[in-house]
């Protein structure tokens, strides 16, 4: 079946470093890829999305680009800001409307 | 803008208690999910809808059961109440033509 394994956290950085988060997925045909936010008491928010092999998306800095060849959709930021803590979570759709299927979450905290 | 109302954002319950968790949405989609989140395994499915008096199983149904009476509402039911169902559980929904899924805020509930 479909699955999403993503980095292992807490990952801790200091304001202004470099953010990556690694996700890779498994499954069947051509699948969308998402990551989802979710910030202290809330639920989860859509960051970006690419739906294609070879796009990118992006939003508040963040950006992650579809490579079919290594089933990857890696989360990047270049300057990370307090704000940004947060749980991250990785996740697929095989068409529009269906179910996502989720990894297990990377928990980001950035330090003045 | 699209909301997704859970009716409670905590619930302490008994063990053995029936539990009814409830999700309204306001866009009129077609489709609603139950998950379910624990730390490390990210979100699970438990139940899907994809239309009026219709569901399906996801990968963790067992001790739940929902209901969609109307479009707009969908309600997870715990039938008995065990330690092992402590958890926060999210409701979302997704049009059939989107790709991107709508989240409540999330009901964590203890059962002691």
């Known amino acids: 079946g479909d699955s999403v394994t993503q980095m292992e956290g807490p990952v801790t950085l200091s304001e202004e470093a470099f953010l990556t988060i690694n996700c890779t997925y498994t499954a069947t045909g051509y699948p969308s890829l998402f990551w989802y936010v979710q910030y202290p008491g809330e639920g989860l928010q859509l960051l970006l999305k690419a739906t294609k092999a070879d796009d990118k998306g992006s939003n508040k800095g963040f950006e992650a680009t579809y490579r079919k060849e290594t089933t990857s959709f890696h989360l990047e930021k270049g300057s990370v800001q307090v704000s940004d803590s947060a749980v991250y979570f990785c996740?697929?759709?095989?068409?529009?409307?269906?179910?996502?299927?989720f990894g297990g979450g990377t928990r980001l905290m950035v330090k003045p | 803008d699209v909301k997704v109302t859970q009716s409670s954002r905590y619930l302490v319950k008994r063990t053995g208690e029936k539990v009814f968790l409830e999700c309204v949405q306001d866009?009129?989609?077609?489709?609603m999910f139950w998950y379910r989140q624990d730390p490390g395994l990210g979100l699970r499915l438990i139940y899907f809808s994809y239309d009026v008096k219709m569901k399906e199983k996801g990968d963790i149904p067992e001790g739940y059961s929902v209901s969609r009476e109307k479009k707009e509402r969908f309600s997870l039911i715990l039938e008995s109440a065990s330690t092992n169902q402590t958890s926060m559980y999210l409701c979302?929904?997704?049009?059939?033509?989107?790709?991107?899924?709508?989240f409540g805020q999330g009901t964590r509930l203890t059962v002691v």
């Open positions: 979302a929904s997704s049009p059939n033509t989107g790709t991107e899924a709508f």
């Open positions: 996740a697929l759709q095989r068409y529009a409307g269906n179910m996502l299927t």
């Open positions: 866009m009129d989609h077609e489709n």
